[in-house]
Structures are given as structure tokens and as C-alpha cells.
């Protein structure tokens, strides 16, 4: 059964690229046919993949010409997501027009676009894993509808972890109104100084909160610059530095996920 895993927060900087990345690698390494779709139009995961946004904007292979000009999303698919290799929807700044352009279109149903386009091709992939913009605009709506759960990178900081509130307020509204069936997988701290008091203050109040609220905290991610250097090498983590403190809670949320299938 295919698993659509939308990594969302509305704060920036906390790794929801990153992560989509290395736990693409990490699926698709233990044999998982694996998907990733760029919904933001900063392209960030585009570039981590190794492509040009603006030549394949100008080839009009990006997610903006599925989702307002009705392209087939097979036509745009990059790889095949086989032999360990995730496939990729790639993006390009031009998605930022897609928004406006979702609201006011009046033949479509703006929130669901994603998720009808996703039935394409669902059947292909055992997970299709969606990176969200930084925003709670209609692009992460779209992801949030198209999902069956959603993993939650959240820095270990205190403005991050005050934003996790919102974003499960949204979710819950989501979850009366156009998806019943998403499950917040999990929470996952990112950016964590193991011998900073203020990180381990911030993951203990994070762990405290989310039990309370039975929401799952996975192993954070420590602070490294393996992923600056892994983004500038168009690698992933996992892939080039394995050892690397951190790294390996990518591995425990891919496990957990092949366990939920």
C-alpha cells in the first residue's frame, strides 16, 4: 500500500528538505520505490537532486504545469525510483504563481489539485514523500489533503517549538474538513546541540508535550555541517556520511514508516 508522507512545518530552516532527502535515500535503500515531490518554489530539494530549476521551468517539466496547466505528473517524473534511487517531481520559483492562480480558477477544487494528481501515479511508489513550503498557504494545504501522514521537522528552539501549535491546529481543521485520514506520523527535532542546555531544555519540554498530546518524537537530529556539505555535493547525508551523529535518526523514521505499512 502506498504511503504519502507530507514533511510540513510553517517555520523555515528547520530541515524539511533535508529530511525529505535523507529519508528518501533511506527508504529507497532498503528497497522501497520512493517519490519525492518539491511543492516549494524555492526548489530547494530540486537543486539537492542535482537538477536546474529554470532549464526544466523552461522545459516546463515542474509542478506548477500539473497543477494549474493539467499535465500528466508522470510526463514530469525525473528517475524511476528504482535500485535505490528516489524519483523526483521537481519545482521551480514559476510554482510560486501557482497559488493565485489555484484560489481563483473556479473549475478546480484548489485544496485537492495535489491529491487528484497523485492518483496518476500512486500505484507506482510504495511512498511518495512531499517537501512543503514554509508556509501554511494553499500549496501545504494541497500537501496536507494529499497525505496520509505528516512528519513534522521542528528545530530545537523555542520559537520552533511554539509554531508546532498552529500547525496542529491547521491540521486538525484539515483533518475536519478535507482529510479525515491524516495521522501526524511523528515529530522530528532537528538542528540539536547534544551541549547546549537551552536544546536539551526545549527537547525535554517537546517530549513532555507531545506525550501528552500522544504524538511520537523521533530522535533528533543533531546539528552537523555533513549536511551542508552533503546539499553542496547533491548527496544525501545518509548516503555520504552514515557515522555521523544525527544521521541515523533518518534510519529510525524510515523504519518506523516500512513497520506502519
Known amino acids: 500500500m502506498t504511503r504519502v508522507v507530507a514533511i510540513a512545518n510553517q517555520k523555515g530552516g528547520v530541515g524539511k528538505t533535508t529530511s525529505t532527502v535523507n529519508l528518501a535515500h533511506a527508504l529507497a535503500s532498503r528497497g522501497a520505490r520512493v517519490l519525492a515531490v518539491d511543492a516549494d518554489p524555492q526548489a530547494s530539494l530540486t537543486l539537492y537532486f542535482d537538477h536546474d530549476p529554470d532549464a526544466l521551468e523552461e522545459e516546463e517539466r515542474t509542478l506548477y504545469f500539473a497543477l494549474v496547466d493539467d499535465r500528466p505528473l508522470k510526463s514530469l517524473i525525473l528517475?524511476?525510483?528504482?535500485?535505490?534511487?528516489?524519483?523526483?517531481?521537481?519545482?521551480?520559483?514559476?510554482?510560486?504563481?501557482?497559488?493565485?492562480?489555484?484560489?481563483?480558477?473556479?473549475?478546480?477544487?484548489?485544496?485537492?489539485?495535489?491529491?487528484?494528481?497523485?492518483?496518476?501515479?500512486?500505484?507506482?511508489?510504495?511512498?511518495?514523500?512531499?517537501?512543503?513550503?514554509?508556509?501554511?498557504?494553499?500549496?501545504?494545504?494541497?500537501?496536507?489533503?494529499?497525505?496520509?501522514?505528516?512528519?513534522?521537522?521542528?528545530?530545537?528552539?523555542?520559537?520552533?517549538?511554539?509554531?508546532?501549535?498552529?500547525?496542529?491546529?491547521?491540521?486538525?481543521?484539515?483533518?475536519?474538513?478535507?482529510?479525515?485520514?491524516?495521522?501526524?506520523?511523528?515529530?522530528?527535532?532537528?538542528?540539536?546541540?547534544?551541549?547546549?542546555?537551552?536544546?536539551?531544555?526545549?527537547?525535554?519540554?517537546?517530549?513532555?508535550?507531545?506525550?501528552?498530546?500522544?504524538?511520537?518524537?523521533?530522535?533528533?537530529?543533531?546539528?552537523?555541517?555533513?549536511?551542508?556539505?552533503?546539499?553542496s555535493e547533491a548527496r544525501p547525508a545518509i548516503a555520504s556520511a552514515p557515522g555521523t551523529p544525527g544521521v541515523q535518526s533518518y534510519n529510525e523514521v524510515a523504519e518506523a514508516l516500512l513497520a506502519d505499512g
Do not use: W
Open 79 to 231: 528517475g524511476d525510483g528504482r535500485n535505490g534511487a528516489p524519483a523526483l517531481v521537481p519545482s521551480s520559483i514559476h510554482l510560486a504563481n501557482a497559488e493565485p492562480e489555484l484560489i481563483t480558477n473556479v473549475l478546480l477544487n484548489a485544496a485537492s489539485v495535489l491529491k487528484d494528481k497523485l492518483r496518476e501515479v500512486r500505484g507506482d511508489y510504495d511512498f511518495i514523500l512531499i517537501d512543503c513550503p514554509p508556509t501554511l498557504g494553499i500549496l501545504t494545504v494541497n500537501a496536507l489533503t494529499a497525505a496520509d501522514l505528516v512528519l513534522v521537522p521542528v528545530e530545537t528552539n523555542k520559537l520552533s517549538t511554539k509554531g508546532l501549535e498552529l500547525l496542529f491546529r491547521t491540521i486538525d481543521k484539515l483533518q475536519a474538513k478535507l482529510n479525515p485520514d491524516l495521522v501526524v506520523f511523528g515529530v522530528l527535532p532537528t538542528k540539536y546541540h547534544p551541549r547546549y542546555s537551552h536544546d536539551n531544555e526545549i527537547l525535554a519540554r517537546l517530549r513532555a508535550g507531545l506525550a501528552a498530546q500522544r504524538v511520537r518524537m523521533f530522535s533528533p537530529v543533531h546539528s552537523s555541517t555533513v549536511f551542508d556539505k552533503a546539499s
